[in-house]
């Protein structure tokens, strides 16, 4: 008898949460998300670094979820770059810790993706993360790899023109042994071999904090996506600041270079 009534609220709660859901006439099949202005956030606070990832990390979980529940089928946020190695080393240490202890949450996040069908699944250059992360990595990409709602991609260890460089490599290997002609490269076949392989390009890129570039983010994918930039640091990211970026583009005429 509990158990009937504990889930006739949790049904009344998600109908209710439904509700709240905006509606789109469009919507980006694909989201790109570059999480910066995580530093500027602690610092006008006058507090170290890392607290503005830790931040950080609670809007991508926020922000992840909404936009699993307005129906983005795929988002891909930029958590850490190749270059980000550069960083003061108790920076880098605190970010990998913060990865770690979301991956460790294993339990809360496995209800949750599991009640809204995400399968997460990590791009990005494997080599050079620490090894107890790696095996986090991948047992969580193991657990939800069936679910097929929402495919949410965390971008970690991350540069395209590395990703583009090592597509090259697979490729020129393949041709060498002879397993494919050159004139048989093309851009699907690029395209697949990309760590986004099988997921279309993203059609829409969010950088919040106030910049203006992509920095190395989704550089092959990226050709034809329409860009959506606002001044509001990444934890101060609301859910009515993603709901602008998709009303504005709602509203963009994509040619894709036709007329
Ligand atoms: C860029 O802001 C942010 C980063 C390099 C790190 C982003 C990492 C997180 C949000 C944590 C990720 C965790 C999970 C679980 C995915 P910045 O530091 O360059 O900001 P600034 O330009 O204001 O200095």
Redesign the pocket.
């Known amino acids: 008898m509990r158990s009937v009534v504990r889930r006739s609220a949790l049904l009344f709660l998600k109908l209710m949460k439904r509700n709240d859901i905006p509606e789109f006439s469009v919507l980006p099949k694909h989201i790109g998300i570059i ?7 602690a ?1 006008k606070r006058g507090l170290p ?1 890392y607290e ?2 830790i931040e ?2 609670k ?3 926020r922000i992840g979820e909404f936009a699993a529940d307005i129906g983005i089928k795929y988002l891909t ?1 930029y ?3 190749t270059e ?1 190695w550069k ?1 003061p080393k108790e920076e880098v240490d605190a ?1 990998m810790q ?2 770690r202890e ?1 991956l460790l949450e294993a339990d809360d996040r496995k209800k949750e993706n599991e009640e809204k069908g995400i399968s997460l699944r990590f791009i990005g250059e494997r080599k050079g993360m620490p090894a107890d992360l790696l095996e986090l990595m991948e047992n969580t990409e193991k657990q939800s790899r069936d679910k097929s709602n929402v495919i949410l991609n ?1 971008a ?1 260890n991350y540069g395209g023109r590395h990703e583009i460089t090592q597509s090259v490599k697979e490729i020129a290997r393949k041709a060498v042994k002879g397993e494919i002609s050159v004139d048989e490269i093309d851009e699907d076949m690029i395209s697949k071999s990309l760590y986004t392989g099988g997921i279309p390009d993203p059609d829409l890129i969010i950088r919040p ?1 106030g ?1 203006y570039r992509i920095s190395n983010f989704l550089t092959w994918q990226s050709a034809y996506s329409e860009f959506w930039f606002t001044d509001v ?2 934890p101060d990211f609301s859910e009515e600041d993603l709901i602008a970026a998709l009303r504005e583009f709602e509203k963009r005429n994509r040619r894709f270079g036709g007329v």
């Open positions: 999480m910066d202005g995580n530093g500027r956030w610092k670094r503005g990832h950080g990390a809007t991508f979980r946020f958590a850490f770059s980000n960083r970010i913060i990865f979301y965390i970690v904090s910049e640091l990444w």
